[in-house]
Antibody, heavy 121, light 110 residues
């Protein structure tokens, strides 16, 4: 079955960077986009962007364009999300999810188990 | 992009029907029929419940239904069950390949 398995929890200091991985299985990796979201403690979901796994192009909201990089490794069916210049308000659970296609991504299923990133001095 | 607006909480008794609304800031939702809904139980991963306004993924109960009118989308749960309790989020495709989420609605089954 389709599965998204993410890397383990991270603890980082302010100003550092974090890279979260998302390994997909059970389908053709390059046929579906990978989307990233996050959820701060007790808060709602926030969209971080998505990456076209066929051509490697990422679409990011303006808010994250300076700090987020999304990449893929098609040889291992793995997507990566790097967040730089970490601040305390970046503390959240980070989720990856499969988009319904590589075009006009608009719904996400299934989701990875989430990766807790804690930013603390 | 501004977040979509959802009620903070809704409640209902078992067997009743409830509706959760999701309103766009301007014409976010009226331009496209690309609304999706996600259910999240405490401490769990979000689960897709509806996509493209009205479509249910395989395995999702037909007690869940969706609609859209103008700039407001709605999720209706009929025959409310205790297991439906949790948080519900709407999401919409907006312009330029971007996505915006609603703030979430906490559903309590009384």
């Amino acid at each position: 079955q389709v599965q998204m398995v993410q890397s383990g929890r991270e603890i980082k200091k302010p100003g550092a960077s974090v890279r979260v991985s998302c390994k997909a299985s059970g389908y053709t990796f390059s046929s579906y986009a990978i989307t990233w979201m996050r959820q701060a403690p007790g808060q709602g979901l926030q969209w971080l962007g998505w990456i076209n796994t066929y051509n490697g192009k990422a679409i990011l909201p303006q808010k994250f364009q300076d700090r987020v990089t999304m990449t893929t490794d098609t040889s291992t069916s793995t997507a990566y999300m790097e967040l730089r210049s970490l601040r305390s308000d970046d503390t959240a659970i980070y989720y990856c999810a499969r988009g319904q296609a590589n075009f006009r991504v608009r719904w996400f299923d299934p989701w990875g188990q989430g990766t807790l990133v804690t930013v603390s001095s | 992009q501004s977040a979509l607006t959802q009620p903070a909480s809704v409640s209902g008794s078992p067997g009743q029907s409830i509706t959760i609304s999701c309103t766009g800031a301007s014409s976010d939702l009226s331009a496209y029929s690309f609304i999706s809904w996600y259910q999240q139980h405490p401490g769990k991963v979000p689960k897709l419940m509806l996509y493209d306004v009205t479509n249910r993924p395989s395995g999702v109960s037909n007690r869940f239904s969706g609609s859209k009118s103008g700039n407001t989308a709605s999720l209706t749960i009929s025959g409310l069950q205790a297991e439906d309790e949790g948080d519900y989020y709407c999401a919409s495709y907006v312009s330029d390949n971007t996505i915006v989420f609603g703030g979430g609605t906490k559903l309590t089954v009384l």
